[in-house]
């Protein structure tokens, strides 16, 4: 499992490092990205309760059989309709972004990809969503709580963040490493747009990227900890960038990101992590779970290879 970038709340440091993993993900608005050390010790003890939130269905469903877990489905559409650059929903989009933020669309996304992955259906609605973390949040303040959140179309409004070259990637790791992939992708063009820039872009414009950091507030003012569960390719060889995009969001505060592209099931995958072993039990046994694949990734691993 790759190493947390950043330490649990409890064992802060402050040590930097320039080398970052890369992908078409966007990181904090600092220059340099911060240093990888281990990831931080197991909990005290398991948790209690956990909020899930997902926009698939199939991941809700294993999730809303074990007792503990409270589950949160969030609206999408299907992910194959209406993607298309030209889509007037996706151009529509574009307008309502900063300058900086369109520029990472038309000078990174227009250049990389054929379709942008834009769903203006999905994502944490602040009105809608918020006040259901605040009342499980309340209901539950005596236990020890985990937020377990889905990347794509929960966190954010795309589906899938792109990646130019999945090998080189493995070397060029986060913020910095991401810059430089484009740069000898693209040639030695300007990259007019910042981390902050690139993660608008993929909230869905800064007026949602700021309710989001008000979410995030939320969770961690409540005392629960945080967690990032994410099916997303890029975050099996470039997790640091999804720590750098995260830290813009969280605000630098403590988040533990768990890439299960390769357990193929996002309850098998938070059953291996500490904390959460006794919780994901239920009367359905974890062999049955392999079995819910949700959808075939053969479409995306051939495009972004």
Same mark, same amino acid.
């Given at each position: 499992m790759?190493? +947390? @970038?950043?330490?649990?709340?409890?064992?802060? !440091?402050?040590?930097? =490092?320039?080398?970052?993993?890369?992908?078409?993900t966007i990181s904090p608005a600092s220059p340099a990205s911060p240093a990888s050390p281990a990831s931080p010790a197991s909990p005290a003890k398991n948790f209690t309760k956990v909020y899930f939130e997902d926009n698939d269905t199939e991941h809700i469903t294993a999730?809303?059989?074990?007792?503990?877990?409270?589950?949160?489905?969030?609206?999408?559409?299907?992910?194959?309709?209406?993607?298309?650059?030209? +889509? @007037?929903?996706?151009?529509?989009?574009?307008? !309502?972004?900063?300058? =900086?933020?369109?520029?990472?669309?038309?000078q990174v996304i227009f250049k990389t990809s054929p379709t942008s992955f834009y769903d203006h259906t999905s994502g944490i609605n602040f009105a809608r969503d918020l006040p259901k973390l605040k009342?499980?949040?309340?209901?539950?303040?005596?236990?020890?709580?985990?937020?377990?959140?889905?990347?794509d179309r929960t966190i954010s409004t795309?589906?899938?963040?792109?990646?130019?070259?999945?090998?080189?990637?493995?070397e060029l790791k986060g913020w910095n490493g991401y810059k430089t992939l484009i740069r000898n992708y693209l040639g030695n063009v300007p990259l007019d747009f910042e981390l902050v820039d690139m993660v608008e872009y993929f909230m869905g414009g800064k007026k949602r990227m700021q309710e989001m950091q008000s979410y995030f507030d939320t969770i961690y003012e409540s005392g629960a900890e945080l967690f990032v569960l994410t099916n997303n390719l890029s975050a099996l060889f470039n997790i640091?960038?999804?720590?750098?995009?995260?830290?813009v969001l969280t605000r630098d505060r403590y988040v533990k990101i768990i890439a299960s592209r390769n357990d193929l099931n996002k309850?098998?995958?938070?059953?291996?992590?500490?904390?959460?072993?006794?919780i994901t039990k239920s009367a359905i046994d974890l062999n049955q779970v392999y079995k819910m694949l949700y959808q075939d990734y053969h479409y995306f691993d051939d495009l972004y290879a």
């Amino acid at each position: 499992m790759a190493a +947390n @970038p950043y330490t649990a709340p409890e064992d802060q !440091t402050d040590s930097t =490092n320039n080398s970052r993993e890369t992908s078409v993900t966007i990181s904090p608005a600092s220059p340099a990205s911060p240093a990888s050390p281990a990831s931080p010790a197991s909990p005290a003890k398991n948790f209690t309760k956990v909020y899930f939130e997902d926009n698939d269905t199939e991941h809700i469903t294993a999730f809303s059989c074990c007792p503990d877990i409270v589950t949160n489905k969030i609206p999408s559409m299907d992910i194959m309709v209406e993607q298309e650059l030209t +889509n @007037p929903k996706y151009e529509d989009y574009l307008t !309502t972004i900063g300058p =900086n933020a369109q520029n990472y669309a038309t000078q990174v996304i227009f250049k990389t990809s054929p379709t942008s992955f834009y769903d203006h259906t999905s994502g944490i609605n602040f009105a809608r969503d918020l006040p259901k973390l605040k009342k499980f949040l309340a209901d539950n303040n005596d236990k020890k709580l985990a937020v377990v959140l889905d990347f794509d179309r929960t966190i954010s409004t795309f589906e899938g963040i792109i990646s130019t070259n999945r090998v080189i990637a493995q070397e060029l790791k986060g913020w910095n490493g991401y810059k430089t992939l484009i740069r000898n992708y693209l040639g030695n063009v300007p990259l007019d747009f910042e981390l902050v820039d690139m993660v608008e872009y993929f909230m869905g414009g800064k007026k949602r990227m700021q309710e989001m950091q008000s979410y995030f507030d939320t969770i961690y003012e409540s005392g629960a900890e945080l967690f990032v569960l994410t099916n997303n390719l890029s975050a099996l060889f470039n997790i640091e960038l999804f720590y750098d995009m995260m830290k813009v969001l969280t605000r630098d505060r403590y988040v533990k990101i768990i890439a299960s592209r390769n357990d193929l099931n996002k309850r098998v995958a938070l059953a291996k992590e500490s904390g959460f072993e006794n919780i994901t039990k239920s009367a359905i046994d974890l062999n049955q779970v392999y079995k819910m694949l949700y959808q075939d990734y053969h479409y995306f691993d051939d495009l972004y290879a």
